[in-house]
């Protein structure tokens, strides 16, 4: 191989103090953070209470549903299990 063909490698220059780590921050003080949550908190758009009532309804529907397709799906399968080793339940 030839020189000038011949790849050069340098050592890493190093880092100046600070570059690789961040700035840290001032910590809140507890009263500020409250203050600060609860300005957020009013920032809220919350529900009314019929929205509450009837996304509590759809949830519960839809978690009595999926609880009765898994009891099917549980009773089934408990069955062909049993009835392919030919144990009788």
């Known amino acids: 191989m030839k020189k000038d063909q ?3 490698t340098t050592a890493p220059r190093p880092q100046p ?23 957020e908190l009013r920032k809220v758009a ?3 209470r019929e929205e ?5 309804m759809v949830v519960l529907v839809s978690v009595l549903v999926i609880a009765a397709v898994i009891f099917g799906m549980d ?3 408990t069955r062909a299990v049993l009835a392919l ?3 009788e339940s």
């Open 52 to 56: 509450v009532i009837a996304y509590s």
């Open 17 to 39: 103090k600070g570059a690789g780590s961040p700035a840290r921050k001032q910590r809140t003080k507890p009263r500020q953070f409250l203050r600060e949550v609860i300005a």
């Open 46 to 48: 919350w529900p009314t």
């Open 6 to 8: 011949q790849r050069k």
């Open 75 to 77: 009773f089934v399968f």
């Open 85 to 87: 080793f030919g144990v």
